[in-house]
T-cell receptor, first 111, second 115 residues
Framework: DAKTTQPNSMESNEEEPVHLPCNHSTISGTDYIHWYRQLPSQGPEYVIHGLTSNVNNRMASLAIAEDRKSSTLILHRATLRDAAVYYCILRGDNYGQNFVFGPGTRLSVLP | DTEVTQTPKHLVMGMTNKKSLKCEQHMGHRAMYWYKQKAKKPPELMFVYSYEKLSINESVPSRFSPECPNSSLLNLHLHALQPEDSALYLC??????????????FGPGTRLLVL
């Protein structure tokens, strides 16, 4: 399985943008990059996903490097409610239904 | 309704008890999943059901027994558990079964303590 690496933890100030990096140097051409987050005492929730182009939705933006070996989840204005563990996950035809979470990045948001 | 519900929220059981965890979704999803999550660790996949048939069992010990009585319901039967099985058990569902663009919807989990 292609692996992802993320920083263990990051800190941000409230109302500032946050850039959460993910490295996936062994990504294959058909792998999608998914991001989920897990708020305290909750199950994970979907944030965004993409293949090659940058993607935007109401929660976040996903910037994908041209060589696809890394990606960045962008929260445009962090709020206290964005404090969570953020997981970058690869999904491809070779994985079938396997959904493999890496250790993720624990984001703290300071008031 | 994009909700996956799980009951109970908390469960304490002895090593000789038999108990069941329940998961329900009414989104018409055809794939359902059980995950185990230890404290400060990411979720780990245990079982996957596709169209009510078990399609993946990630070498889970037989003291965990999944059941999918219908397309909306998923159970996890527990018997003779060990203290190291104490964890958060998460249920999830997705519309299809293998699409790379599939989004999984997670329930809030059942926090299990085995004494």
């Amino acid at each position: 399985d292609a692996k992802t690496t993320q920083p263990n933890s990051m800190e941000s100030n409230e109302e500032e943008p946050v850039h959460l990096p993910c490295n996936h140097s062994t990504i294959s051409g058909t792998d999608y990059i998914h991001w989920y987050r897990q708020l305290p005492s909750q199950g994970p929730e979907y944030v965004i996903h993409g293949l090659t182009s940058n993607v935007n939705n109401r929660m976040a933006s996903l910037a994908i490097a041209e060589d696809r070996k890394s990606s960045t989840l962008i929260l445009h204005r962090a709020t206290l409610r964005d404090a969570a563990v953020y997981y970058c996950i690869l999904r491809g035809d070779n994985y079938g239904q396997n959904f493999v979470f890496g250790p993720g990045t624990r984001l703290s948001v300071l008031p | 309704d994009t909700e996956v519900t799980q009951t109970p929220k908390h469960l304490v059981m002895g090593m000789t008890n038999k108990k069941s965890l329940k998961c329900e979704q009414h989104m018409g999803h055809r794939a359902m999943y059980w995950y185990k999550q230890k404290a400060k660790k990411p979720p780990e996949l245990m079982f996957v059901y596709s169209y009510e048939k078990l399609s993946i069992n990630e070498s889970v010990p037989s003291r965990f027994s999944p059941e999918c009585p219908n397309s909306s319901l998923l159970n996890l039967h527990l018997h003779a558990l060990q203290p190291e099985d104490s964890a958060l058990y998460l249920c999830a569902s997705s519309q299809g079964t293998s699409g790379v663009r599939e989004t999984q919807y997670f329930g809030p989990g059942t926090r299990l303590l085995v004494l």
